[in-house]
């Protein structure tokens, strides 16, 4: 799929088969994180990639703002160093694997901002880093309309110039 392809089409799935997601995709998600951008080159992440149902059910447990974590067959946990742009640098990266995964038809949905210290005992996570999200992948259990969004139009939020002008 083209990245704008998957860009416009893209949409959070929040409910999943149960059929894995093969390890090479896997392996293509979390290289795509890797890859992305980062201020000065910290690369200031790390991505805890979690099959084990019995982990996936805790983390779907101490996700409060997503239950829907214990029924994917597959999540990585994203930890960040404490750093002025690591929260930038990491959403970059998380948004790299989520549209990687969708243009192989594997949904996903991040869940949390921060607030998820119950996750760093539960997968070994030193105290030094913050978990800011965990993202669930699976394939979507039903079929979803693909760029089917309520999206503002382009002319409300883009401006030519300075504020206020025109951009189209």
């Known amino acids: 799929m083209e990245v ?9 799935v929040r ?24 201020a000065m080159n910290s690369q200031p992440w790390h991505f805890i990639v979690v099959d084990d149902h ?6 779907g447990a101490a996700a409060r703002t ?13 930890a960040i160093q404490k750093t002025k742009f690591s929260v930038a640098d990491a959403s970059r990266a998380m948004q790299s694997m989520v549209l990687t995964a969708w ?15 119950e996750v760093k005992p539960l997968l070994g996570i030193p105290d030094d880093l913050d978990v800011l999200a965990v993202v669930p992948f699976g394939y979507p259990s039903r079929a979803i309309g693909k760029g089917k969004k309520q999206r503002k139009s382009l002319s409300e939020v883009a401006h030519r110039g300075r504020f206020g002008q025109p951009f189209a």
């Open 103 to 117: 243009s192989e038809g594997v949904g996903s949905n991040w869940v949390g901002f921060m607030g998820l210290d």
């Open 15 to 38: 409910n999943y088969k149960e059929t894995p997601v093969p390890p090479d995709l896997v392996r293509r998600i979390v290289e795509a994180g890797r890859l992305t951008g980062s």
């Open 54 to 59: 019995d982990t996936l059910q805790q983390l």
């Open 66 to 78: 997503g239950p829907y974590v214990a029924s994917a067959p597959l999540a990585i946990v994203v």
């Open 4 to 12: 704008f392809e998957a860009v416009r089409t893209v949409l959070a």
